[in-house]
């Protein structure tokens, strides 16, 4: 077994290992995007779930620039990941000239962020799509054939995990634990901006400090940010 199908065993097994009792939405998301472009030919990714108000909300991004590209395709209503949750289809447009006419506003801030290319796969359960997982190239050109279907069965264990979670919870509940974890994702740009002021480390090696520390101490990371923005956690060593 080479070192690449070694790593997609791990990361099948991480994400069911994620799926207990005591369910970390942030995390669960968080760890499907780093694997899925580690392990295929991207540079960044990020996710998209609609809330219980079915709008989309950002929920996790690989990188910070990533998540800028992403919040950006929400303020004007135009990008990749929309089109893959509108359509329920996967989107790909390889030509920056189709790009240009697609997404008029998008295109150029994605070249701003330092991209080329970008692409999205619905999270789409039969006819229910929840969301959709940005792909982003700093070289032009679509991921590979090969590259794709791995990224799409990411995506479908993340579907699958997300709806199997919601069928064992009340619509009340779920629509809690979306919140919560939007809350979540709020606090841990706080945390992580705190922490790379006091440290001067980046603030995508802050989110690598954060969640390091917590599972070295089978911690839940949420509860390692609160405690990093209330101050009494100071150092992570």
């Known amino acids: 077994m080479t070192g690449r199908e070694l790593l997609i065993a791990d990361t099948f097994v991480e994400l069911a290992d994620t799926l207990v009792d005591d369910f970390d939405l942030l995390d669960f998301l968080s760890t499907l995007v780093e694997r899925t472009v580690a392990l295929v030919d991207a540079d960044a990714g990020g996710i998209m779930l609609a809330d219980h108000q079915g709008g989309l909300q950002v929920f996790a991004a690989s990188t910070h620039a990533a998540r800028l590209v992403e919040l950006f395709e929400l303020q004007h209503d135009e990008g990749p990941c ?48 929840i969301g959709a997982f940005n792909v982003f190239r700093v070289a032009p050109g679509a991921l590979s054939e090969a590259d794709m279907k791995l990224a799409r069965a990411l ?3 993340a579907t699958i995990a997300i709806v ?50 917590a599972r070295r101490r089978g ?8 405690d990093v923005i209330d101050g009494t956690l100071t150092r992570l060593p």
């Open 155 to 157: 995506a479908d264990v």
């Open 219 to 226: 911690l839940p990371l949420r509860q390692v940010v609160q």
């Open 82 to 129: 929309l089109e893959a949750f509108r359509t329920g289809r996967q989107v790909t447009k390889t030509d920056p000239a189709a790009m240009a006419a697609a997404w008029p506003a998008f295109t150029p801030r994605l070249s701003e962020a330092g991209f080329a290319s970008a692409q999205a796969i619905p999270l789409r359960l039969r006819t229910e799509v």
């Open 164 to 213: 199997q979670q919601r069928s064992l919870e009340a619509r009340e509940q779920l629509a809690e634990q979306l919140q919560h974890a939007l809350t979540s994702r709020i606090a841990l740009e706080q945390a992580k901006g705190i922490l790379a002021e006091r440290t001067g480390v980046d603030v995508d090696v802050a989110f690598t400090v954060l969640r390091s520390y």
